[in-house]
């Protein structure tokens, strides 16, 4: 057998492998967003409750580090379907603004509506990423399966 065959017969193999393993880079940065949007969702409670101004500073900065993560979980997910061109869908699920304007606001103008609207905000960006990680598990798995 020659090399060329040999390369051609492995090249599933391989691009499976790399299809799992930048899913698996896609799972930690999610699971890591996950956590910094719980740990911003707890800090808008207690913005909600008695927060002020280093509340709001520090709820907004978890989001900002929440947004990094996302932000290398999508780069992931890219370089996955890139893999597999099965995971479109799932990048579109991916959306995150949470921050700007209502970023803002919250932290200048920092009253209950403000906060409220943050904290929506951030539940709905939670549950995004519970989704892709649910999405993104299930098609690991399927290719582990194979």
Request: glycine letters at 6%; one cysteine or more; hydrophobic letters at 45%.
């Amino acid at each position: 057998m020659t090399r060329e065959m040999a390369s051609t017969r492995t090249s599933p193999l391989r691009r499976r492998a790399e299809a799992v393993h930048a899913a698996d880079v896609a799972l930690r940065h999610l699971a890591r967003a996950g956590e910094l949007l719980d740990s911003a969702s707890d800090w808008g409670r207690f913005d909600l409750i008695c927060g002020g101004v280093v509340s709001s500073l520090i709820k907004h900065r978890r989001i900002d580090d929440a947004e990094d993560e996302f932000n290398a979980a999508r780069d992931a997910l890219r370089r996955f379907a890139s893999s597999l061109s099965r995971l479109e869908d799932v990048d579109e699920t991916i959306d995150f603004e949470i921050g700007g304007l209502a970023g803002a606001i919250d932290i200048f103008a920092d009253n209950i509506f403000a906060d409220l609207y943050v904290q929506a905000k951030i539940e709905r960006a939670r549950a995004r990423v519970d989704t892709a990680i649910e999405q993104v598990g299930e098609i690991r798995q399927a290719l582990m399966d194979v």
